[in-house]
């Protein structure tokens, strides 16, 4: 029975171990983009091996603000997020709803054909998206991303929240239809309260793509005061020049809000991804 | 019309030929459904009107104009604004196609329902009836137009272009026209003995290579971390687990970058902190030598995504019933046959849609490649593809639509790409229960 024991702790010490090596090479890189952003200098060579052993300064978050456009890259992000997400929770929902609750003539085919535009990254029509955009003058306007961003995530979205509409019971609005309910109070009072949490995972990924995606922004928005977020930070670190202390400072900011959020969230996460992956 | 509809059937042939005449003509004429009737012909009268713009854009389609090198340039066509508007166009003519085929349908299903019920409905119920049809066209018409317009036509446009020879230096509207080429380009891209052919295939070769390896390593990796953390009872075990979800929940444009520098073959730390501990004695080329890039783009996509199965699995070990353990148990399965023949099997055979959604995914995975490596380093046919030894094939597409403009290039890989992706989405669409059970 001893001898259990011990086997049983040496190996959970080793396991212990392991998971101390893991966490350490997970936030290995993560390490240092905090303490470069405080450490002074400009590029990677100027980084100590040793985190935070060459001095600490606060200064490039300074620089940030007072001698960059950080503030309105960040704004026009929150601006696209912001309209991208309001715009693609209304229209996927009640679209969503209209899928799964009425038929009607090609549905299959319409279902169908979301479902093959999901597979095309949205980009692979970057030039005809570019050549649209300039005839209708959404071109290096934010409204225009806005509306790249909104048609790109239909497809997918759709399919997200129409399955999930399809698990609630059909009874539910049916009663209500009997009362005489119309259908849009239907999907307002009755649909919409039931399906909250996917309409809230739909808002929180709709809300965090624009912060993260390059391609677009890149192609689309031209002018100084149109930039968003990733592209003002990519310009730090571009073949020409490396900022990279100015890079992490901009770059931290934008990461902080994005942790604390996975860390209160992560435990839902992991329980809804489950529960999805049971019920398929 | 006063004329009394035989309600047998016997006048099925005739509305039917009525409503092909006219959209809408059958419903004003026989079945008394005026609205509805008077709707569908708005819609074919608007057509009929447009027919001269629409023929013209057409034939601009099919020729893409010709060079006129006499008139400047501001005044010449553009074969690209051309090629938008005709599959714009085209697209139009065959929602009207849809519509009018609804309306015979409609028509046909107007006469049968008489011939049970014997009697029209009220002229109340038949405008009722529309309004119901109403809702659902008008929850989906915002969707259609933006799906149309932004997704359709681009797509059908880059297929198109992948026919045309719309490429720098000499097709680049609106100083020059692009011209239909047929097969010409697939013939350069996969017909081989050119640099570009020779570049298509290893470029090919590597985004398998990286989409079956980056899956299988994060998949397994995740779920190996998982069963890990679940089986050891260590107490902490949640504090591990907020320590690997971190590298999922920081933007990939960030960590990439940052490890870019990280791992920077002359100056980068992870070179000089090796070097001090005196394990190497020469720098790394980490991100330098083909074969090493290729291997470190995996191990960093590893980092980045395993934290993401790791989830996925715990969350499905939780969500399977716990009978199914209580069961084994009471048959005297000991804890580790538990674990190989229920946990994970169970888990695998659950998550098997994720794993085909994640090789699609990582097929399309720019932003790992493009924040990382860029593409680089440099091969032996980078000179005229512009293509590293890390690229994938979205990330050329990006090179050569941004910096090379070949479009035509791009726009066949965009299909080839296709090509392999589509049986895996329609397979992964198979597995799903709403198709299973037929409510689709």
Not at chain 2, 218 to 234: D, H, N, P, Q, T
Not at chain 2, 313 to 332: H, P, Q, R, W
Request: glycine share 6%.
């Amino acid at each position: 029975m001893t001898n259990y024991k011990t086997g049983q702790s040496i190996t959970r010490t080793l396991l212990m171990i392991f998971f101390i090596i893991l966490s350490l090479f997970v936030i290995y890189p993560l390490v240092y983009l905090v303490s470069s952003s405080f450490t002074p200098g400009n590029s990677i060579a100027d980084i100590d091996i040793k985190p935070f052993a060459k001095g600490f300064t606060t200064a490039h978050f300074t620089y940030i603000f007072h001698k960059t456009d950080y503030k309105i890259w960040f704004l026009n992000t929150l601006q696209v997020a912001a309209v991208t997400t309001v715009v693609t929770m209304f229209v996927t929902a009640l679209s969503a709803y209209v899928f799964s609750r009425f038929t009607f003539p090609l549905k299959k085919h319409l279902l169908m054909s979301l479902l093959i535009l999901q597979i095309f990254p949205s980009f692979v029509g970057m030039i005809a998206i570019y050549v649209i955009l300039l005839r209708v003058g959404g071109f290096d306007t934010l409204w225009g991303l806005e509306l790249v961003y909104i048609a790109g995530n239909i497809p997918y979205n759709c399919w997200m929240v129409k399955s999930y509409l399809d698990t609630i019971p059909r009874s539910l609005d049916e009663a209500a239809r009997i009362d005489g309910a119309s259908h849009f109070l239907i999907f307002r009072k009755i649909i919409m309260p039931v399906a909250r949490p996917i309409m809230i995972f739909l808002g929180i990924t709709s809300f965090t793509g624009p912060w993260m995606d390059f391609i677009f922004p890149k192609m689309i928005l031209r002018s100084a005061d149109k930039q968003t977020l990733a592209l003002g930070l990519f310009s730090f670190v571009t073949d020409k020049k490396n900022d990279f202390t100015l890079f992490s400072a901009g770059s931290l900011l934008i990461a902080i809000p994005f942790v604390i959020f996975f860390i209160f969230t992560q435990k839902a996460m992991m329980m809804s991804m489950g529960a999805a992956a049971v019920k398929e | 019309m006063a004329q009394i509809l035989p309600a047998n059937g016997s006048a099925g042939e005739k509305i039917k030929l009525t409503s092909l005449l006219f959209m809408g003509l059958a419903h004003i004429l026989y079945l008394k459904e005026y609205l509805k009737g008077i709707l569908f012909a708005a819609i074919e009268i608007v057509f009929i009107c447009f027919c001269p713009a629409i023929v013209r854009k057409i034939i601009a389609l099919i020729t893409l104009g010709s060079p006129q090198l006499d008139i400047p340039v501001k005044m010449r066509s553009n074969s690209i604004f051309m090629l938008i508007d005709g599959i714009l166009v085209l697209s139009l003519v065959v929602l009207f196609i849809v519509a009018y085929v609804l309306s015979v349908q409609s028509a046909e299903k107007s006469y049968k329902r008489y011939c049970v019920l014997k009697h029209f409905p009220s002229q109340k119920a038949s405008i009722e009836s529309i309004s119901g049809t109403g809702f659902p066209i008008a929850g989906l018409a915002p969707i259609i137009v933006l799906l149309l317009i932004f997704v359709v036509v681009p797509l059908v446009f880059s297929v198109a272009v992948a026919f045309t020879n719309y490429s720098a230096p000499d097709h680049i509207p609106p100083a020059k026209t692009v011209d239909w080429v047929g097969l010409a380009n697939f013939k350069d891209l996969i017909g081989g003995g050119s640099n570009w052919s020779h570049g298509f295939g290893r470029i090919a070769l590597w985004t398998l290579v990286w989409a079956f390896l980056s899956t299988f390593t994060c998949y397994f990796g995740g779920l190996i971390i998982a069963v890990m953390l679940r089986e050891s009872k260590i107490k902490i075990a949640p504090f591990f687990r907020i320590i690997y979800i971190l590298p999922y929940a920081v933007p990939v444009v960030i960590t990439m970058l940052v490890w870019q520098n990280l791992l920077n073959g002359t100056f980068g730390t992870v070179n000089r902190t090796l070097m001090a501990f005196g394990l190497i004695s020469k720098p790394i080329p980490w991100l330098g030598s083909p074969l090493l890039a290729q291997a470190t783009c995996i191990i960093i996509n590893l980092w980045a995504g395993f934290g993401y199965f790791m989830l996925l699995a715990m969350g499905t070990m939780t969500a399977v019933s716990n009978d199914l353990y209580e069961a084994a148990k009471i048959d005297g399965a000991s804890p580790r046959q538990i674990l190989t023949s229920i946990t994970v099997p169970l888990v695998m055979y659950q998550t098997m849609p994720q794993i085909i959604m994640s090789f699609t995914h990582n097929i399309n995975n720019f932003g790992i490649i493009f924040f990382l490596t860029g593409g680089n380093p440099a091969t032996a046919d980078s000179t005229t593809t512009m293509a590293g030894a890390t690229d994938i094939l979205v990330t050329w597409i990006y090179k050569l639509t941004i910096t090379l403009l070949k479009y035509n290039y791009a726009s066949v890989i965009a299909v080839l790409i296709f090509v392999v992706i589509a049986p895996f989405a329609i397979l992964s669409f198979r597995s799903t229960k709403s198709y299973k059970e037929g409510t689709v």
